[in-house]
């Protein structure tokens, strides 16, 4: 059986030619999870392996009159999401589909492991 990363990975190599790449992990937990969103902001679908970021909890802020997920520091919150494995091209493009509240920081999952976050910092 092969796992959620491996076809990720394998799914980046189809796409981006078999090199050697590098693979940034991104914890996603409004938007971006859903087909739709991940297509706009990287040009493909990514299958996501469930995770939780320790110290944050989440919340929503209005962006053109609409309500927006965030996630905002909170000693002992836990939030549910996803870990994308996502290339440095990808993530640049994620940078610049993203809106100007968020700030991409890394954060901490449950299991200890860092990587990147659209996080909202007042």
């Known amino acids: 059986m092969t796992s959620v990363r491996a076809e990720a990975e394998k799914n980046i190599r189809s796409v981006m030619g078999n090199k050697?790449?590098?693979i940034e992990k991104l914890f996603?937990?409004?938007t971006l999870?859903?087909?739709r969103f991940q297509k706009e902001a990287f040009g493909r679908s990514i299958?996501?392996?469930p995770a939780v970021a320790k110290d944050y909890k989440r919340s929503s802020r209005l962006v053109r009159k609409e309500p927006y997920p965030v996630?905002?520091?909170h000693s002992g919150g836990r939030v549910r999401g996803s870990v994308l494995s996502v290339?440095?091209?990808e993530l640049a493009r994620a940078d610049r589909y993203e809106d100007p509240m968020y700030?991409?920081?890394k954060v901490t999952l449950a299991g200890g492991v860092s990587v990147w976050a659209?996080?909202?910092e007042n």
């Open 28 to 30: 996603v937990y409004g």
């Open 33 to 35: 999870r859903h087909p």
């Open 20 to 22: 050697k790449l590098k």
């Open 87 to 89: 290339t440095p091209l």
């Open 103 to 105: 700030t991409r920081r």
């Open 71 to 73: 996630i905002i520091r």
């Open 118 to 120: 659209y996080v909202y």
């Open 47 to 49: 299958v996501g392996e």
